[in-house]
């Protein structure tokens, strides 16, 4: 069965430094997501991606994130200058039609 | 603004106990529901979905959820747990209209041999 995949499973950085989480999602999905889940927290939506745009972001994705569809296969989730408070588990996403499949996760450390 | 609360944050059952789990959600308009579990070390998994049509919805692993749209609830049911059950559980609705998926808190789930 298809899987969506994540790398790293787990990053670790110092604050203020660049990071580029990847994701590789199904491949004939077209609507893809990034979530983030605060350690005892729930899973918060980040941003959707479609047709090679963002089509709606939360208010906790500021000017320091950005996505990315490098080529047909990758979708990249980068923070440009880490906070401690980014530290969480990152979760990629895709869809088809209904129903959206999620990756193992990346845990991100900032500190 | 749609957001979804689930009663439980921990619950602790003995094997062939039944299950019920709690699950509102607050939206006016028409929704999609969805339950994912996450075992201990592993990712998201969709459990069961609802859509349209029966709102009686059966899931993997002998799962099932009831939509009932007057009391905005959508509550899992396992008539029989099994401590391969043990996993945090997460009701998730989203707009009709809309993309993002809105998640509860979860509730941890923790079945004793």
């Known amino acids: 069965e298809p899987e969506v995949t994540q790398t790293p499973s787990h990053q670790v950085t110092q604050m203020g430094q660049e990071v580029i989480l990847r994701c590789v999602p199904i491949?004939?999905?077209?609507?893809f997501y990034w979530y983030r889940q605060i350690l005892g927290q729930k899973v918060e939506f980040l941003v959707s991606f479609y047709n090679n745009e963002i089509s709606e972001k939360s208010e906790i994705f500021d000017d320091q994130f950005s996505v990315e569809r490098p080529d047909g296969s990758n979708f990249t989730l980068k923070i440009r200058s880490t906070k401690l408070e980014d530290s969480a588990m990152y979760f990629c996403?895709?869809?088809?039609?209904?129903?959206?499949?999620f990756g193992p996760g990346t845990r991100l450390t900032v500190t | 603004a749609q957001s979804v609360s689930q009663h439980n944050h921990h619950v602790i059952l003995s094997e062939a106990a039944s299950l019920e789990l709690g699950c509102n959600y607050s939206y006016g308009g028409t929704v999609n529901l969805f339950w994912y579990v996450q075992y201990p070390g592993q990712h998201l998994q969709l459990l069961l979905k609802?859509?349209?049509?029966?709102?009686l919805v059966k899931g993997i692993k002998g799962f099932e959820a009831e939509f009932i749209q007057s009391k905005f609830s959508f509550n899992l049911r396992k008539p029989s747990v099994q401590w391969s059950d043990t996993a945090e559980y997460f009701c998730?609705?989203?707009?009709?209209?809309?993309?993002?998926?809105?998640f509860g808190k979860g509730t941890r789930l923790h079945i004793l041999p």
């Open positions: 609802y859509f349209s049509g029966d709102p």
């Open positions: 491949s004939n999905h077209l609507y």
């Open positions: 998730a609705v989203n707009a009709d209209r809309d993309d993002k998926i809105i």
């Open positions: 996403a895709s869809r088809a039609g209904a129903g959206q499949y």
